[in-house]
Each structure stands twice: as structure tokens, then as C-alpha cells.
């Protein structure tokens, strides 16, 4: 019983203009059987009146054709509106098609609207300079990086990121376990003096 009433409470998918439409198709569809039906008959007493005529009953056979010929004025008329219905069916289903066009371009207008309300002119100018700011970050990690890596180096970069795709644990060299050695004084000194010796040059060029 609650399904029954369930949909009973269901609003109907059949519009107006869906109702109308098959109230001008059924009409049409009278017209046509009737026109058919009226054609037959139009041509069985074509026959009569000339059967009439060969009878001497000249006076049946011209009053059956008057009939005809009234009768042939109501076709004319039927099929001008059988054309004014089926133009009219026409017109409304062209109507529900601009309706769904209209309505389809109503909620595009509103998502936009909704979009522009939660991201404003200016979060799109900030997302953007973020962007180029990644991008030149990006670009200055691989000037620093270009020409300081080996080829050894680079094979081992890939390998590592292949290993990552698949999910596998990168075996890493080992660490060396033997000491380094010391720097000698004298290479420590070196620097010192070079530096000392450039600092009066400096300060001739400041002068």
C-alpha cells in the first residue's frame, strides 16, 4: 500500500505542452481517417453517377455529382487543417526545445556567477603569481642544478625516481666508514694569503 501511494505522491513528467500535443495528434490523426474515409466514398459515387448516366438518369447522376463536388470542398478544407494542426504541433515542440535551451543556459549563467562569487578577480591574480613564483623557483633549482651533477649522478637520480614509481625501497651507497683526512696547514694558509693580497687592490680601486 505505501508503494502504491508513494507513487501516486510522484509529480507527473507530462507537461501542458506534452498534453496539448497529443490532443492536436489525435485530432489530426480524425482528420486523416476522415479524409480517407470521405475519398473512398467520393469515388465509389464517381462511379454511380456515371453508371447513372449510362442509365438515362441524367437528373441522379448530376445531383450525386453536386454532392461530389461539396463533398471534394470539405477535403480541401480538411487537409487545410490537418496542415494548421501539424504546423501548430511543430511550433510547440521547436517552443520546448528553445525552453530547455533557455533553461540550460540559465543554470550555466549561475554556475558562473556562483564561480566568480567564490573565487574574485583577485584570488585569480594571486594563484597565478604563485604560480609564476613556482616556476621561477623551479627555474633557478635547475640552473643551480645544471652542470653540478655528474653522469654517474644522473643515472642514479632516475634510478631512484623509477624505484619511487614502482615502490621500491632506493638502495643508497654506503657511508664511508674510513676517516677524512686532515687538511694540511699550509693548504689552509693559502686562502689567507691570497686574500690578504687582494685587499690593497681593493681598496686602490675604491681611492
Known amino acids: 500500500m505505501g508503494n502504491v501511494f508513494g507513487r501516486k505522491g510522484r509529480p507527473s513528467r507530462v507537461t501542458e505542452q506534452d498534453k496539448a500535443i497529443l490532443q492536436l495528434k489525435q485530432q489530426r490523426d480524425k482528420l486523416k481517417q476522415y479524409q480517407k474515409r470521405i475519398t473512398l466514398q467520393l469515388e465509389k459515387e464517381r462511379l454511380l453517377a456515371k453508371q447513372l448516366l449510362k442509365d438515362g438518369k441524367k437528373e441522379k447522376a448530376l445531383l450525386l455529382l453536386k454532392k461530389k463536388r461539396y463533398q471534394d470542398q470539405l477535403l480541401d478544407k480538411t487537409e487545410n487543417q490537418i496542415s494548421n494542426l501539424e504546423r501548430m504541433v511543430q511550433d510547440i515542440e521547436f517552443m520546448q526545445i528553445e525552453m530547455k535551451v533557455i533553461e540550460g543556459l540559465k543554470v550555466g549563467n549561475d554556475c558562473l556567477k556562483s564561480m566568480h562569487e567564490i573565487m574574485s578577480i583577485e584570488d585569480v591574480e594571486r594563484i597565478l603569481d604563485e604560480t609564476q613564483e613556482a616556476i621561477e623557483y623551479q627555474r633557478q633549482i635547475d640552473d643551480m642544478l645544471a652542470g653540478?651533477?655528474?653522469?654517474?649522478?644522473?643515472?642514479?637520480?632516475?634510478?631512484?625516481?623509477?624505484?619511487?614509481?614502482?615502490?621500491?625501497?632506493?638502495?643508497?651507497?654506503?657511508?664511508?666508514?674510513?676517516?677524512?683526512?686532515?687538511?694540511?696547514?699550509?693548504?689552509?694558509?693559502?686562502?689567507?694569503?691570497?686574500?690578504?693580497?687582494?685587499?690593497?687592490e681593493r681598496e686602490m680601486l675604491a681611492a
Do not use: H, M, S, Y
Open 148 to 200: 653540478a651533477l655528474t653522469q654517474e649522478d644522473e643515472d642514479a637520480v632516475l634510478a631512484e625516481l623509477e624505484a619511487i614509481t614502482q615502490g621500491e625501497d632506493v638502495a643508497l651507497p654506503e657511508v664511508p666508514t674510513e676517516p677524512i683526512p686532515e687538511v694540511p696547514e699550509a693548504a689552509k694558509a693559502e686562502p689567507e694569503r691570497r686574500e690578504a693580497k687582494k685587499k690593497p
